[in-house]
């Protein structure tokens, strides 16, 4: 089927600046693969099912064969240099829009650099939690630390596409404001500089801010069941929630996203056990990609076969026309992103 579109990609970090060593290179694929720490002495992170992907699209688009050693795609890239390597990597990955949580602009590239390498669009996702660190550097004492995080968080809402949140768990009504005030001075006490907040207070404090911006809200937690109160408390006040879960989830995330009218869950790279659990209209497509430009290849991949299987089959059964399958692969690939995050109106 070849009428998917380009993909928005509703969540990615961007990628690392500068020429990339082995094992440099070797770490973030880990972090792809799962793994938390170095390969043990004699393998390497390209056995893994990342790094099988990797190899299976990325080295045509540097000019070279499918499947190649590792150590001649890594030395192709050097040959390339980082600049050109990622260029060649993102415009071939068929994503068109990219919505980029810019929490690390020191070590990874900010939307516009995003946009330019991938010639397209890229909007910035405000990470809560990066926010209130950045605040917390410029500040002394709770009262000011507040007063300035919601300046900050206002300010914001008025450039960014929407908020991120790393929230565990939060109820149905904010905490009180002696709650947070009493949180905040535990955290400013033992926190170092640029640390984001670690206080499940302030969490649910931020996130129930920047629901009253309006803007849309990504949750990024392990558990999404865990935030069933607050998906309950927040129906019918004007914004839009997006469940970002953890891996094994996007299936609970989508019955959520069903039960709510004002939810919506991503599928990350396999859309076939969501797309049974929820409207179509309710789902959107990311790569989670962070560091390499290949993760977006490889995600951009993954998802666009799945969604060709998945409609296909359904055509294959008589579930629907044709005309319909692309219909529906459109929505979750882009056109349900760019109602959500009103992308038309920001483009415009």
């Given at each position: 089927m070849n009428g998917i579109p380009p993909l928005v990609d509703q969540y990615s970090r961007g990628t690392a600046r500068g020429e990339l060593g082995l094992g440099t290179f070797e770490s973030h694929l880990g972090e792809a693969a799962g793994a938390a720490g170095p390969a043990p002495p004699g393998t390497t992170f390209f056995d893994s099912r990342a790094g099988l992907a990797v190899r299976r699209w990325c080295p045509p688009l540097l000019g070279l064969e499918a499947h190649c050693a590792p150590v001649r795609y890594l030395a192709r890239r050097r040959e390339l240099g980082a600049y050109r390597a990622g260029n060649l990597l993102l415009r071939g990955a068929g994503i068109g829009t990219?919505?980029?949580?810019?929490?690390?602009?020191?070590?990874?590239?900010?939307?516009?650099?995003?946009?330019?390498?991938?010639?397209?669009?890229?909007?910035?996702?405000?990470?809560?939690?990066?926010?209130?660190?950045?605040?917390?550097?410029?500040?002394?004492?709770a009262g000011s630390f507040l007063a300035l995080t919601a300046e900050a968080l206002y300010d914001a809402a008025g450039s960014a596409t929407a908020f991120a949140s790393g929230v565990v768990s939060c109820d149905g009504s904010p905490p009180g404001a002696a709650e947070v005030c009493r949180a905040a001075s535990r955290w400013l006490r033992r926190r170092r500089p640029g640390e984001p907040p670690d206080e499940p207070v302030l969490a649910r404090h931020l996130l129930w801010t920047a629901v009253a911006t309006g803007l849309p809200v990504q949750l990024h937690g392990p558990r999404t069941e865990d935030l069933t109160g607050f998906l309950r408390a927040t129906a019918g006040l004007g914004v839009d929630l997006i469940l970002l879960p953890g891996p094994g989830q996007h299936r609970g995330a989508a019955r959520l996203a069903a039960a709510f009218p004002h939810v919506y869950a991503d599928v990350g790279t396999r859309p076939e056990e969501p797309l049974r659990e929820a409207p179509f209209g309710?789902?959107?497509?990311?790569?989670?990609?962070?560091?390499?430009?290949?993760?977006?290849?490889?995600?951009?991949?993954?998802?666009?076969?799945?969604?060709?299987?998945?409609?296909?089959?359904?055509?294959?059964?008589?579930?629907?026309?044709?005309?319909?399958?692309?219909?529906?692969?459109?929505?979750?690939?882009?056109?349900?992103?760019?109602?959500?995050?009103?992308?038309?109106?920001a483009a415009g």
């Amino acid at each position: 089927m070849n009428g998917i579109p380009p993909l928005v990609d509703q969540y990615s970090r961007g990628t690392a600046r500068g020429e990339l060593g082995l094992g440099t290179f070797e770490s973030h694929l880990g972090e792809a693969a799962g793994a938390a720490g170095p390969a043990p002495p004699g393998t390497t992170f390209f056995d893994s099912r990342a790094g099988l992907a990797v190899r299976r699209w990325c080295p045509p688009l540097l000019g070279l064969e499918a499947h190649c050693a590792p150590v001649r795609y890594l030395a192709r890239r050097r040959e390339l240099g980082a600049y050109r390597a990622g260029n060649l990597l993102l415009r071939g990955a068929g994503i068109g829009t990219f919505l980029l949580d810019a929490a690390d602009p020191a070590a990874l590239t900010s939307p516009a650099e995003l946009a330019r390498a991938a010639g397209g669009r890229a909007h910035e996702v405000v990470r809560l939690e990066a926010l209130a660190g950045r605040v917390a550097d410029a500040c002394d004492g709770a009262g000011s630390f507040l007063a300035l995080t919601a300046e900050a968080l206002y300010d914001a809402a008025g450039s960014a596409t929407a908020f991120a949140s790393g929230v565990v768990s939060c109820d149905g009504s904010p905490p009180g404001a002696a709650e947070v005030c009493r949180a905040a001075s535990r955290w400013l006490r033992r926190r170092r500089p640029g640390e984001p907040p670690d206080e499940p207070v302030l969490a649910r404090h931020l996130l129930w801010t920047a629901v009253a911006t309006g803007l849309p809200v990504q949750l990024h937690g392990p558990r999404t069941e865990d935030l069933t109160g607050f998906l309950r408390a927040t129906a019918g006040l004007g914004v839009d929630l997006i469940l970002l879960p953890g891996p094994g989830q996007h299936r609970g995330a989508a019955r959520l996203a069903a039960a709510f009218p004002h939810v919506y869950a991503d599928v990350g790279t396999r859309p076939e056990e969501p797309l049974r659990e929820a409207p179509f209209g309710k789902l959107l497509f990311s790569t989670g990609a962070r560091a390499l430009a290949e993760l977006y290849v490889v995600a951009a991949r993954l998802f666009v076969r799945a969604m060709e299987r998945l409609i296909g089959d359904w055509v294959a059964d008589g579930w629907c026309r044709r005309a319909e399958a692309g219909r529906i692969a459109a929505l979750v690939a882009a056109g349900t992103a760019r109602r959500v995050y009103r992308l038309d109106a920001a483009a415009g």
